[in-house]
């Protein structure tokens, strides 16, 4: 990929976005273009298309969508829903009709099915039943797999989807209210531990299984499809590894130093009870992760206490 490229970035300021944002400069990229929600509103059609026609970019990165936690996905079906399928579809449309030859979509391991055996292949697409709780975003992802696919096959453009496991890092989101469990977690920890040790309620019992990818090693997993050609339209990315929310709760209690009580409120909703990544694909064309789930956490309570005062508040 030729460092001159224009590459796009949708999304440049998530938590996603601006570590591909950073990951491609320090690569020597230097033609990189972002707009935020409010200077291109992606849900407008119009907006959107006039933005291509103007900018006219080589590349284009998408890692704009409304996301958060079990919580949010439950009480806004519909934003998930449609919002992420207006974002993609005029983004998609608009990077074919201007003659974008790379495109490369961002999903979630929530396209996969609530049952599908461990670990997810990309083969199990499709073969049975989303988990209700975030079926909305997941029929949105899936529907933008299939409109690169689509595009792939009958226009042989290299559009290619990139599913990550769950993602954290710096940049995250921290509110309470939409964020996934492991920024969650390192909130409620900090808290308690600042509030004289109090106890921490969970949600759920603990027994679930997650892997958690850092988010540099997803910028460094674009950066690779970038550069390279990558010869099918759905891969995997993650570490391969997961572990228990229980153990995952007690790795960060550690590291922020919270010693009080752990208790599990079961009353609240699990969700799937195991999601690991097949990450074979990826790793059969020579990708593989690089920071380890304790020192990526270890970075990321590092820039959250550093940058407490303006953390990420996403209203919805
Ligand atoms: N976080 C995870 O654990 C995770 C896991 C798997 C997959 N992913 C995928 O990775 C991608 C990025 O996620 P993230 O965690 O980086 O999310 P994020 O931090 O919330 O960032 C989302 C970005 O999307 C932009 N956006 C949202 N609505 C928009 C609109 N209507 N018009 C223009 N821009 C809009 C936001 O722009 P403004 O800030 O300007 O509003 C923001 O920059 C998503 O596709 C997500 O599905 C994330």
């Not at 339209?233 to 228990?244: A, E, H, P, S, V």
Request: contains cysteine; proline residues 4%.
């Amino acid at each position: 990929m030729n460092k001159d490229a224009k590459i796009y970035i949708a999304g440049h300021k998530g938590m996603v976005g601006s570590a591909i944002w950073r990951s491609l400069s320090a690569k020597g990229y230097q033609n990189l273009i972002g707009s935020t929600s409010k200077e291109l509103d992606l849900r407008e059609q119009q907006d959107v298309r006039d933005y291509m026609a103007q900018e006219k970019p080589d590349v284009i990165i998408d890692a704009a969508a409304k996301v958060g936690g079990i919580l949010a996905n439950n009480n806004f079906p519909y934003q998930f829903l449609m919002e992420n399928m207006q974002i993609q579809n005029n983004l998609i449309d608009a990077a074919l009709k201007t003659n974008v030859e790379k495109f490369i979509f961002l999903g979630s391991s929530c396209i996969y099915p609530k049952f599908a055996p461990q670990p997810l292949k990309e083969d199990y697409l499709l073969t049975d039943s989303l988990e209700p709780t975030n079926e909305w975003y997941a029929i949105a992802k899936i529907a933008g797999v299939k409109a690169c696919q689509s595009i792939r096959k009958q226009f042989d453009k290299d559009y290619v989807s990139l599913m990550p496991t769950n993602l954290y890092g710096t940049h995250d989101n921290f509110d309470l209210n939409s964020s996934h469990v492991l920024p969650a977690m390192i909130r409620k920890f900090h808290e308690a531990k600042e509030n004289g040790q109090t106890p921490v309620t969970l949600w759920g019992s603990g027994t679930p299984m997650r892997e958690f990818l850092f988010v540099d090693d997803m910028a460094d997993a674009v950066v690779f499809a970038l550069e390279n050609r990558l010869p099918d339209y759905l891969y995997n990315i993650g570490t391969g590894k997961d572990l228990t929310i229980k153990d995952l709760a007690e790795t960060i209690a550690k590291i922020v130093g919270h010693t009080g009580e752990i208790i599990w409120d079961s009353e609240k909703p699990d969700g799937t009870p195991r999601k690991l990544m097949d990450v074979s694909k990826m790793h059969d064309l020579g990708w593989k992760h690089q920071i380890e789930l304790e020192q990526g956490i270890e970075k990321t309570y590092k820039w959250f206490t550093e940058n407490i005062n303006d953390v990420k508040k996403v209203t919805i």
